[in-house]
């Protein structure tokens, strides 16, 4: 049978959707059909769904987007009674791709410095599963799947595909049934979580997006990133991407008014369009041990503020950007000292502190309404342009003491809300701010950022060999120009392998993304200054073309010892092929 929503109950064996507990501990759900709308725009339609005896409603939501071949699903469950329901399992959709003898599943697995790898099995009677379960989308596996009779290609063949819009636990189930009925479904992981679902009340489930075509892998991105122009509520998804400097790798913490003036004219004079001061500050960052939640401007080193060097480095014709890390606290902070009870946390057990650091819960209406307002004062005092948020650890701990014991194992959940009511705020009130989204790198990389972010952090690595996969699969689901991180150009031998590549092809793979420079320029003599200068001139003349254009993966490193890319304006008249080459050392 193919369960448009599959739940828990009867004789059904195969992942589901929905799983509940009602008040009398009856956890089966026996869903009936209660009709169906359609929106006056026609591309909308709903399915109403009821328990047959309990007071559970569900709307089956369906978005299509036939320009680009797309579908948005989601699905409303809604408590209309009086008694709480427990919800266990919150899936969004459940998809059917046809049965194939060689059916394969296409999948990114991930890690730190090595994201989105592609991966690639039979889909046999065992269900895969796709999942993360540290707070993070893209900590272990991308919320992206891809399935092919196993004879598809990057420009030919049927593609089935979909990704889930969610930054926190999620999981995708893959397989074929006993019917030899292949399916898939997906949404909130239920892994440490659970929602109380109060008396009147409903609850929204994350969109899957899903689509099909019949021009191969690359076509299926080519409608991810439609989708994004259509979609995104951030104003610069349609705009050329600037060139930034980021100054983290020249200074670290080590920063003040006098070394950022000096800096910021040297990269204005090769053609720099964005300044950005990373981490170190705020009060009392002389080091990873301290400061975070104090989100000032350190009075040692930024007497008058932020808002002088915002002005200067305006001056230089280049705009302003800032780094923050506002789901992170120190406990070497005034923050926690007044506030201990902010955090995530368990009683009687000690907090973990990864890199000197615990976790604020976003969870809390208190924690929102002090982050808003801090960033409020931020953005509204320093004529800021793009905002670097960051965030650097896997959640643990993940406790809630003063919350309703009904809703403890919600807080995973409550978390991402929290999450998007900030940038929601953000991007409503600050539309001229471009916002950059950085976990550890990739690790938060999924769909639904791009509804807000401009600017994705695609990794921390930033080697330029190691680039040549991490882009392809990045721009999967995301926009090759939004692939991000503070240092395209960097020193070398690169932090993560050794590996010393040469400024020119550094600079030759930074063009397909947002270009980035995190030279010290202090230590660059004439002649290098020189050459990065020639290489922004060229960035800006091509980055239309490239960044608002189509991009055609033409030879996969995967398959090579090479990548070749083409960029194609919309209008097809205008094309840019890039290939980056494995060095024969």
Known sequence: QKEEYPVFGSRIYAPVCLKAEFSDGVREVALVFDGCAVSDSG????????????????????????????????????????????????????????????????????????????????IGRSYTLLEARSGLSNSRNFP????????????????????????????????????????????????????????????????????????GFGASARAFHNYIRKTSLAAQTNRVMPVLYNAWSSFTFNINEELLFAQAKRAADLGVELFLIDDGWFEGRKDDRAGLGDWYPDKDKFPHGLKPVAEYVNSLGMDFGLWVEPEMVCKNSN?????????????????????????????????????????DKLLSENNISCLKW??????????????????????????????????????????????ENCASGGQRADLSMAKWCSRINRSD??????????????????????????????????????????????????MMGSFAVGLDLRWLDEAQLEEVKGYIALYKEIRETVQLGDMYILASAYDNCYMAVEYVSRDKEINFWCEGKFPEN
């Not at 408590?79 to 003898?101: H, K, Q, V």
């Not at 799947?145 to 089935?160: K, L, M, P, Q, T």
């Not at 070398?492 to 400024?503: A, I």
């Open 43 to 122: 591309d909308e339609a709903r399915v109403f769904l009821r328990d047959e005896h309990y007071p559970l409603k569900l709307e089956l939501v369906y978005k299509l987007y036939e320009d680009i071949d797309l579908i948005d699903r989601h699905t409303v469950i809604h408590n209309t009674g009086d008694d709480d329901i427990m919800l266990e399992n919150m899936g969004s959709a459940a998809f059917y791709p046809p049965y194939a003898d060689n059916a394969r599943l296409t999948y990114m697995g991930s890690s730190w410095m090595h994201e989105y790898e592609k991966q690639q099995c039979q």
């Open 144 to 215: 992206y799947f891809a399935i092919d009779d196993g004879y598809s290609r990057e420009n030919s063949g049927e593609v089935w595909f979909g990704t889930l819009q969610w930054s926190g636990n999620w999981q995708i189930y893959v397989g074929n049934d006993d019917m030899l009925q292949t399916r898939v479904s997906g949404g909130i992981s239920p892994f440490d979580s659970a929602w109380c679902l109060r008396g009147g009340e409903d609850f929204t489930t994350p969109v899957f997006t899903c689509g099909y075509t019949d021009s």
């Open 335 to 375: 923050l926690y000292k007044e506030h201990p009870d902010w955090i995530m946390r368990y009683e009687n057990r000690v907090n973990e502190e990864i890199r000197y650091q615990v976790t604020l819960n976003f969870a809390r209406e208190d924690v929102i309404e002090f982050t808003i307002d801090w960033l």
């Open 390 to 435: 960051d965030m650097n650890r896997w959640l643990s701990q993940c406790g809630w003491p003063e919350a309703d014991e009904r809703d403890r194992r919600s807080m995973m959940i409550k978390y991402i809300h929290g999450l998007y009511r900030v940038f929601a705020h953000i991007s409503k009130k600050y539309p001229h701010v471009m916002i």
């Open 461 to 510: 690595n930033q080697d330029p060999l190691d680039i040549l996969k991490l882009h392809e699969g990045f721009t999967r689901v995301n926009l090759s120009k939004t692939a991000g991180g503070g240092c395209h150009l960097h020193h070398t031998p690169h932090g993560v392998n050794g590996r010393s590549v040469s400024l020119k092809y550094m600079a030759n793979l930074a």
